[in-house]
């Protein structure tokens, strides 16, 4: 298992942007890939994006795609989400997730943060 937790959250304006950190142990941390997932009230967890375990290969959903950047530091055990751009529709709680594989997906992960809260006011 991996321990994971995220920070960076927060309290932004339309067409602002944040930077979310997710700092991992437990794992050797370059050995998986990771994501981040979100969850809006009333809605089912969706896969937001996710990056493999060099950092080579980054996949977003559709509503993140040239808006939000995921990164990764393996010298310091961190992934990173740069929100730009942002809508209130991105409203949600974000999770940061580790994957039970090297590679890029939407759905092996099995290890998850508690997330942080991102609100985006008009």
């Known amino acids: 298992q991996v321990q994971l937790v995220e920070s960076g959250g927060g309290l932004v304006q339309a067409g602002g942007s944040l930077r979310l950190a997710c700092a991992a142990s437990?794992?050797?941390?370059?050995?998986?890939?990771m994501g981040w997932f979100r969850q809006a009230p009333g809605k089912e967890r969706e896969f937001v994006a996710g990056?493999?375990?060099?950092?080579?290969?980054?996949r977003y959903s559709d509503s993140a795609k040239g808006r939000f950047t995921i990164s990764r530091d393996n010298a310091k055990n961190t992934v990173y989400l740069q929100m730009n751009s942002l809508k209130p529709e991105d409203t949600a709680v974000y999770y940061c997730?580790?994957?039970?594989?090297?590679?890029?997906?939407?759905?092996?992960?099995?290890?998850w943060g508690q997330g942080t809260q991102v609100t985006v006011s008009l």
């Open positions: 997730t580790a994957s039970r594989s090297r590679f890029v997906s939407t759905n092996s992960y099995d290890s």
């Open positions: 437990g794992r050797t941390f370059s050995d998986y890939a």
């Open positions: 990056i493999s375990w060099t950092g080579s290969t980054t």
